[in-house]
C-alpha cells in the first residue's frame, strides 16, 4: 500500500506517456506556453473520502532556450501520515528537446526515511537509456545501474504527457507506445474512448476521455485497477481530472489552479 500512495501522482502520469506512435501530426509546444498547474488528489473507500497529497507541475524554458524543462512535485498530505503511518515528497526534473524526446530525468524521492536520488540519461546516438540510482544516506553504497535499449524516441513519464497535449485525438483511436520509467521501457495502449463535458475550475468544459492500459501482468502497475484521464478539447488540452480504480479504492486526481489561466 505505502508504495501505491507513493506514486499515485506519478501514476497518473506514467500512465499517458507517449513514446514512439503510429503516424501522427508532429507535436508542438505552440499550444503549451509556460505555466503551473496544482492538483489535489483524494481516496475514497466505502463512503469515507481523504485527502493523500498535493502535486505541482512547471513548465518553462530551459537555459538554452530550445528545449523544455517540466518539475514535478509530490507530497503526501497529513491525513495519509496519521491513518497509515507514511508520507512521501517527491520531486521529479524533466528535459525534453523541441522533437518532443527525452533528454534526462532527475529524480528526489523521499518516503519517510528513505532517501533515493537518481537520473536517466538518454543517448540517441547510442540508442540506450541509463538510469543511476544512489542513496545519499549511504555515501559508499555501490549506485544501482540500469540500462535499455531504445529507439529514435523515447519519453519518460513526465514528458508524455505534455507529448499526448501536443497531438490531435480522435474518438475511437488507439495508441501504441512506449513509456520509460528507471531505465526500464515499457509498452502501453492507450484508448481514446470519448468526449464528456467536465466540471472543473476552468468551468463546464468538453473534454477528451483518455484510457491508458498500465494495470496488470506485465505492465507498468503490476496490479488491478483501471485509469480514466481528462483533458479539454481546446489548443491547451488541460488535463482537469484522473480517475483510478484500484484495490485500494478509488483515487481522484483533480486540476486546483492553473497559470496562466487563459
Not at 484508448?191 to 491508458?212: A, Y
Request: aromatic residues 8%; hydrophobic residues 40%.
Amino acid at each position: 500500500m505505502k508504495v501505491f500512495f507513493r506514486n499515485i501522482f506519478v501514476i497518473c502520469l506514467v500512465a499517458i506517456c507517449v513514446g514512439q506512435m503510429r503516424a501522427q501530426t508532429p507535436p508542438s509546444w505552440e499550444g503549451i506556453p509556460p505555466e503551473t498547474m496544482t492538483f489535489e488528489g483524494k481516496l475514497t473507500k466505502l463512503l469515507a473520502t481523504i485527502s493523500i497529497g498535493d502535486l505541482t507541475v512547471v513548465t518553462k524554458r530551459a537555459a538554452n532556450g530550445k528545449d523544455m524543462v517540466v518539475t514535478t512535485d509530490a507530497v503526501s498530505r497529513g491525513t495519509l501520515l496519521k491513518l497509515f503511518r507514511f508520507s512521501f515528497d517527491e520531486h521529479y526534473e524533466s528535459t525534453i528537446d523541441p522533437l518532443f524526446r527525452s533528454l534526462k530525468t532527475v529524480k528526489h524521492d523521499v518516503q519517510k526515511d528513505r532517501v533515493r536520488d537518481s537520473e536517466a540519461i538518454f543517448d540517441y546516438g547510442q540508442h540506450r537509456v541509463t538510469y543511476v540510482e544512489t542513496d545519499p544516506k549511504s555515501p559508499n553504497q555501490p549506485p544501482r545501474t540500469i540500462a535499455s535499449e531504445i529507439g529514435d524516441s523515447m519519453l519518460d513519464m513526465i514528458a508524455g504527457i505534455f507529448y499526448l497535449r501536443s497531438i490531435p485525438l480522435k474518438v475511437g483511436e488507439k495508441l501504441d507506445v512506449q513509456v520509460s520509467d528507471s531505465g526500464l521501457v515499457y509498452k502501453v495502449t492507450v484508448s481514446v474512448t470519448g468526449r464528456e463535458v467536465q466540471k472543473s475550475i476552468l468551468g463546464n468544459v468538453m473534454c477528451w476521455k483518455v484510457e491508458p492500459e498500465i494495470f496488470g501482468v506485465a505492465r507498468l502497475i503490476d496490479q488491478k485497477g483501471k485509469m480514466t484521464m481528462w483533458f479539454t478539447d481546446d489548443k491547451r488540452r488541460v488535463p482537469v481530472r484522473t480517475s483510478i480504480q484500484t484495490q485500494f479504492g478509488r483515487v481522484e486526481v483533480k486540476l486546483k489552479t492553473i497559470d496562466p489561466a487563459k
